[in-house]
Antibody, heavy 119, light 106 residues
Framework: EVQLVESGGGLVQPGGSLRLSCAASGFTFSSYWVHWVRQAPGKGLVWVSRINGDGSIINYADSVKGRFTISRDNAQNTLYLEMKSLRVEDTAVYYC????????????WGQGTLVTVSS | DIQMTQSPSTLSASVGDSVTITCRASQSISSWLAWYQQKPGKAPKLLIYKASSLESGVPSTFSGSGSGTEFTLTISSLQPDDFATYYCQQYNRYWTFGQGTKVEIK
């Protein structure tokens, strides 16, 4: 069974840092693009970042560029999102999501992890 | 960046109704469009990809059409399980989602 399981969310103060993880199983992790998508409470879905199978191609939304870093460890089947200089507006459920290729829809979502940025 | 605009934001309908949601892209995305259903507290579920291809296991009451910049999702006969929020997504260049359409019970 294909699974993506996020962890690492929690409460952090503005300006703080947090690292999210997404453990993948049930498929050949290194063959897939993986993304982070977030959803603020009561709001819509917003793409955050993506990384290709071998980690050589990385892209970010303008809203997180320079503050967030996506990475992956194919030996551990794990995707990461390092978040720094967090803002109140970064508060959201963060989903990891799998895409088959650069231009493909979401084939699998994780269950999400909540990040709350508040003083 | 490609912007996606959905309409309406909210749609009130009854079981058995046929409903249509529209999604417009700020530039041509060919047929690189997907539709998702999301229920409260859950991750989205893929319904339609490549504008009109039905994902495996999705009821045939769901259909998609369009290309270029104009797309529609139609639910031909609303069932109780269909009351949810629906999002379009372009995957021509990165990913962009529409703002969502909540389908609620009239």
């Amino acid at each position: 069974e294909v699974q993506l399981v996020e962890s690492g969310g929690g409460l952090v103060q503005p300006g703080g840092s947090l690292r999210l993880s997404c453990a993948a199983s049930g498929f050949t992790f290194s063959s897939y693009w993986v993304h982070w998508v977030r959803q603020a409470p009561g709001k819509g879905l917003v793409w955050v970042s993506r990384i290709n199978g071998d980690g050589s191609i990385i892209n970010y939304a303008d809203s997180v560029k320079g503050r967030f870093t996506i990475s992956r460890d194919n030996a551990q089947n794990t995707l990461y999102l390092e978040m720094k200089s967090l803002r109140v507006e970064d508060t959201a459920v963060y989903y990891c999501a799998r895409g088959a290729a650069a231009a493909s829809p979401v084939g699998q979502w994780g269950q999400g992890t909540l990040v709350t940025v508040s003083s | 960046d490609i912007q996606m605009t959905q309409s309406p934001s909210t749609l009130s309908a009854s079981v058995g109704d046929s409903v249509t949601i529209t999604c417009r892209a700020s530039q041509s995305i060919s047929s690189w469009l997907a539709w998702y259903q999301q229920k409260p507290g859950k991750a989205p579920k893929l319904l339609i990809y490549k504008a009109s291809s039905l994902e495996s296991g999705v009821p045939s009451t769901f259909s998609g059409s369009g290309s270029g910049t104009e797309f529609t999702l139609t639910i031909s006969s609303l069932q109780p399980d269909d009351f949810a929020t629906y999002y379009c997504q372009q995957y021509n260049r990165y990913w962009t989602f529409g703002q969502g359409t909540k389908v609620e019970i009239k």
